[in-house]
């Protein structure tokens, strides 16, 4: 299982970026899919998950900002992030779980700027 993720970068207080992640070696239709996050000095925070199904949940703190969804057929899921915060600042992770294991791709940095 390999799982890319990228699309972070700098953006300004109040903007948006939206992130991908690419999967590999497994069935992608049938594996939910999450989005984590950590800033530093905090533990790693779930921050939404896609199930196969398409249903979503959201951590409290980016509820009615981000979105997450997934492609099928791009072997694909995103997170659009909008009205980020500095709060919103962190390492963000693609991850899944196969047969009672975590994988996680390599993580991808967003940087809000006040």
């Known amino acids: 299982v390999q799982l890319q993720a990228f699309g972070g970068g700098l953006v300004q207080a109040g903007g948006s970026l939206k992130l991908s992640c690419v999967a590999s070696?497994?069935?992608?239709?049938?594996?939910?899919m999450a989005w984590y996050r950590q800033a530093p000095g905090k533990q790693r925070e779930l921050v939404a998950r896609?199930?196969?199904?398409?249903?979503?949940n959201y951590a409290d703190s980016v509820k009615g900002r981000f979105t997450i969804s997934r492609d099928n057929a791009k072997k694909t899921v995103y997170l659009q992030m909008n009205a980020l915060t500095s709060e919103d600042t962190a390492v963000y992770y693609c991850?899944?779980?196969?047969?009672?294991?975590?994988?996680w791709g390599q993580g991808t940095q967003v940087t809000v700027s006040s």
């Open positions: 070696g497994m069935v992608f239709s049938t594996t939910h």
């Open positions: 896609v199930f196969s199904t398409s249903a979503t």
């Open positions: 991850s899944c779980s196969l047969r009672a294991q975590t994988y």
